[in-house]
């Protein structure tokens, strides 16, 4: 299996790790960079929990090779707060009971926060598109439409990731 | 300070959850620790011939490869005697993904790669995925040493209602299929085991972690206190997690004879074959009625498909089932049986509700038949069936199945309080008469099941020590408290919840109160979250611990205060005297003067720090009423829900926000299971849905808005008066949906569909209807 180098940044840190050419992102977030916020879910890209925001754009990253990223720009569930205030998608998750077992809880922000990027006032029909590809078990989905409409009453995608996208825009 | 029981508290738990801090069993990094992988069967029945492990053993980074001859004397999990299963396959395979080899690696890359490496020799044998296979003539005994595949079987009343049934003036028989279910909890079965000289840690993702500690020390014999079980954050359970898996076993045994820590960690392909599977019931009923449509007799005939292998849980659901066989009505004879029948599947155990969503869908859609068949209205033969409000507690035929405080007719009238029910009869008329217009369907389920589940007797027979549930409340020094308890919440919101009943019964700030739980070493005893019995069982033991801390309390400030105890009132954290409200001192001062033996009377016990345990003299019945108004597309046979109210009596509801969470959660399965998901296996047993490519799990756009409300009957069977209703929406949902898309095709002469209604399903049922009528 051969190996490759790969320059990464996640949540703002620059990062360079030689990987096998198999490795999947999700697993080099959580392995190699100890970043456990990212879930895996599944092995067919259905349930979503391991959703990233990759230069600007969600993905799935069990679905993205680790060198299909090189030179990239990852933002995780730990990148989405500012100073150890969370996110305005992380506060409304708490404000409108928006997760369980919060197993598919980072998957499902990012998820949000990357619609939030390209719509910032959904209808609930818009939402529930939006978030259609990451599977919840605990909620039956309606509290978590209502989380995401309570972040775009209350700042919307915020300031890391708004930032993180404005990168990425600069870099394509 | 007001009452935190029944505030809309955010939960306490969600900050780590948010923010990619919370600690699930694969989030633990320990040094050295290396990676188990399974080599499963590909063959639903099969003889083990052979299995070369030479290729996978020399492969880099292989530290070991098992077989079940490898691993002698390892036991067996717990079942029925007789029926034990090997944690790896002995001689046979059962079912596909039955673990047959293990093998261990420096990375899970690799023991994935090594496992593949591993060859078995299989000899085919005829393969019985179905129970009319398992159950024919000169069929094969699955497992080795017994006559049949019918391995229990059991009437739970005196008589089969024949006699009865022949004295109605009504008598229909009704076949229900209660379908295979997947728990699909997100989070896949985990755990990471590591055997070092002072005894055995396992981390693992479990609703029970004390009888899980239970059972791996009598299985190796080590001393309860030689192993800690921690189950962390767990991502869902759904009953699934409340069973004992192999790999728990086999991390344990690997870890102890590699002398590492050994992790494993399920794909969701093997989590799809692997982890118990729910439901799994056909119902043959004959029912007895009146031309009024009073039921007067009910023979239920139960086959339970257990599976490859019976699970301890899974054995006991038909009984559950039997029990609640009646609903919410007054039926005065109820003949239920059952058989469990072994096949070449996964096996089948608990799933949200266990036993209890059968029951009442079966009931419910016997109702509904009976109405039906009489012309009646369905709210009218419910009603006129309903167990009063004034008999409760009402005793079923069955012993020790005790109905508590409920209002059944109640429910039904303020659910009809949000919904305009002729205004729905008038509209389906006018759709029905319109070819281009979606036909309407109004579904109703009026339901009771079981929550709070303990007690002791019934869950001994599950294979725990109790059903009890034991909490420790502790008030630290600087008037802070911190709660231990032996339930393991896996999404309930136990923190928040507890931390309400401990802030109202201690006065102590809700935000000063933190919640250990699930792990064995720092929690005193346990039996586990499952059952709806997280408040119930669990919050009433808080309550009784956090009582004995505040009488305690109470003592040592009289003792300050130069008053008598009983004039001692304790309010916004500050004790004072009665009549003399600026005599007072507060918690934190209290809890100080608790470990200064000098200040306190001879002999006092130093410190506020109490355990209870709460045994359940009942079970709890969480009922209500929930009502379902569907459109089906003429064109398609899709479904369309577009309203669904649930109106649900959990008696007390401590934190109306994660109730509401709690409802739609189970609302949603309930609807998944009637619309959509069903685990499907080929004759020859191969899984037809093993991945969630094939076992569609209900998204977003699947699923609607849902309206809730509650009446409030607490039961007298608990301090805190509530009732459980975890399992409620799974236990109610099936039926409202499947009543609403009979009743939208009822005028086509359509009386019955079974489970799921995907809209093929429902399409076809429409042409056949549709062309038998005109």
Wanted: proline share 5%; charged share 20%; hydrophobic share 40%.
């Amino acid at each position: 299996m051969s190996h490759h180098k790969v320059r990464i940044t996640v949540n703002g840190t620059a990062g360079e790790d030689e990987v096998e050419a198999r490795q999947l992102l999700v697993h080099y977030l959580r392995e190699t960079r100890a970043l456990t916020g990212t879930h895996v879910g599944c092995d067919t890209s259905n349930c979503g929990a391991c959703t990233v925001l990759l230069d600007g754009r969600t993905v799935k990253s069990c679905t993205v090779l680790t060198v299909a990223a090189d030179g990239g720009d990852v933002l995780t569930i730990e990148g989405l707060d500012e100073q150890g205030e969370m996110s305005p998608v992380q506060q409304g998750f708490q404000a409108c009971h928006g997760l369980q077992c919060g197993y598919c809880t980072p998957g499902m922000v990012l998820s949000a926060t990357g619609l939030l990027l390209e719509q910032p006032d959904p209808d609930d029909d818009a939402i529930r598109t939006g978030i259609e590809g990451n599977l919840c078990r605990c909620t039956g989905y309606d509290m978590i439409v209502d989380s995401v409409r309570w972040a775009a009453a209350h700042g919307g995608a915020g300031t890391a990731a708004t930032a993180h996208a404005a990168h990425a825009e600069g870099k394509h | 300070m007001g009452s935190m029981v029944g505030a809309s508290v955010v939960r306490k738990e969600d900050p780590a959850l948010l923010t990619g801090r919370g600690t699930f069993v694969d989030d633990i990094r320990l040094p050295g620790t290396v990676h188990m992988v399974f080599v499963r069967s590909y063959l639903a029945h099969a003889r083990i011939l052979s299995v070369d492990t030479d290729a996978a053993q020399r492969l880099p980074g292989v530290l070991g490869v098992w077989t079940h001859a490898d691993l002698d004397g390892l036991p067996a999990t717990r079942s029925v005697p007789g029926m034990e299963r090997p944690c790896l396959a002995k001689d046979k395979v059962h079912f596909v993904g039955e673990p047959v080899a293990v093998v261990v690696a420096t990375d899970r890359y690799l023991a994935a790669d090594a496992a593949e490496a591993v060859v078995v020799e299989y000899e085919e044998l005829p393969v019985m995925a179905s129970v009319a296979a398992a159950t024919a003539e000169g069929a094969t005994p699955i497992i080795d040493g017994l006559p049949s595949n019918v391995v229990l079987e059991q009437q739970l009343s005196a008589t089969d209602a024949e006699a009865e049934l022949a004295a109605a003036p009504h008598r229909l028989a009704i076949a229900l299929v209660n379908q295979r279910c997947a728990a699909v909890p997100m989070e896949p079965t985990v755990c990471l085991a590591d055997w070092q000289s002072s005894g055995l840690t396992i981390w693992a993702t479990s609703q029970t972690p004390h009888h899980m500690r239970n059972e791996i020390a009598q299985m190796f014999g080590l001393s309860q206190q030689e192993v800690r079980f921690v189950a962390p954050d767990v991502g869902g359970g759904f009953g699934a997690k409340a069973s004992f898996y192999p790999e728990f076993l086999l991390t344990a045994e690997l870890s102890r004879r590699l002398r590492r820590p050994v992790k494993y960690v399920e794909t969701r392909s093997e989590n799809m074959t692997s982890m118990v599977h729910g439901r799994a019931q056909q119902h043959d009923v004959e029912v007895g009625f009146d031309d009024e449509g009073h039921l007067l007799a009910l023979r239920v005939r139960i086959t339970q498909d257990c599976g490859g292998w019976p699970d301890s849980t899974g054995i006991g659901l038909p009984t559950l089932t039997s029990f609640m066989s009646g609903g919410c009505y007054r039926i005065p004879t109820i003949a239920p049986s059952f058989r469990s029948v072994v096949t070449n599947t996964t096996p089948v155990g608990s799933y949200r509700g266990a036993g209890r969503p059968e029951a009442s869908y079966m009931i419910e859609r016997v109702v509904d038949r009976v109405a039906a068949e009489l012309g009646i209205d369905p709210l009218e033969v419910r009603r006129r069936n309903f167990v009063q409000p004034g008999e409760m507690p009402y005793a079923t035929q069955f012993e020790g199945i005790v109905y508590d405080e409920a209002d059944f007719p109640g429910a039904l009238d303020k659910l009809l309080e949000h919904v305009d029910y002729a205004a729905l009869r008038a509209e389906q008329a006018q759709r029905r008469a319109d070819p281009t217009a979606p036909l309407l369907g109004i579904g109703f389920s009026t339901f009771v099941e079981m929550g709070g589940f303990g007690p002791t007797p019934l869950f001994e027979q599950f294979g725990y020590v109790g059903g009890w549930e034991s909490a420790n409340v502790r008030l630290n020094v600087d008037g802070s408290a911190v709660i231990k308890v032996g339930t393991s919440p896996h999404g309930q919101g136990h923190q928040t919840a507890f931390a309400q009943i401990v802030a109202d019964r201690l006065s102590v700030p809700f935000e000063r109160i933190t919640l250990v739980h699930g792990d064995t070493a720092t929690v005193q005893e346990g039996i586990g979250t499952m059952g709806s019995r997280g408040v119930p069982v669990g919050g009433s033991a808080v309550f009784k611990a956090a009582t004995k801390v505040r009488d305690k309390a109470i003592r040592i400030a009289a003792h300050m205060l130069e008053a008598d105890e009983s004039d001692i009132e304790l309010a916004d954290g500050r004790f004072s005297v009665r009549g003399a409200p600026d005599q007072g001192v507060d918690m934190a001062e209290v809890a100080v003067r608790a470990f200064k033996p000098h200040l306190l009377p001879d002999g006092f016990d130093l410190g506020l720090d109490e355990t209870a345990h709460h045994e359940p003299s009942n079970l709890s019945y969480p009922s209500g009423a929930h009502c379902c108004v569907v459109e089906i597309d003429r064109d398609t046979g899709k479904v369309l829900i577009r309203r669904y109210v649930a109106v649900d009596d959990c008696g007390v509801v401590i934190n109306p926000l994660m109730a509401k969470g709690q409802i739609h959660g189970g609302v949603a399965q309930g609807i998944a299971q009637a619309l959509i998901e069903e685990v499907t296996f080929a004759e020859n047993g191969q899984p037809g849905t093993g991945t969630l490519v094939d076992y569609t799990l209900p998204s977003a756009k699947d699923l609607p808005r849902y309206e809730t409300d509650h009446l409030v009957t607490p039961t007298s069977f608990n301090p805190l008066g509530a009732k459980g209703l975890g399992e409620s929406g799974a236990t109610a949902a099936p039926q409202a949906v499947v009543n609403a898309v009979v009743d939208a095709m009822a005028h086509l002469g359509v009386r019955s569909i079974d489970m799921p209604c995907t809209p093929q399903k429902v399409w076809r049922v429409l042409q056949a209807a549709t062309r038998n009528g005109s």
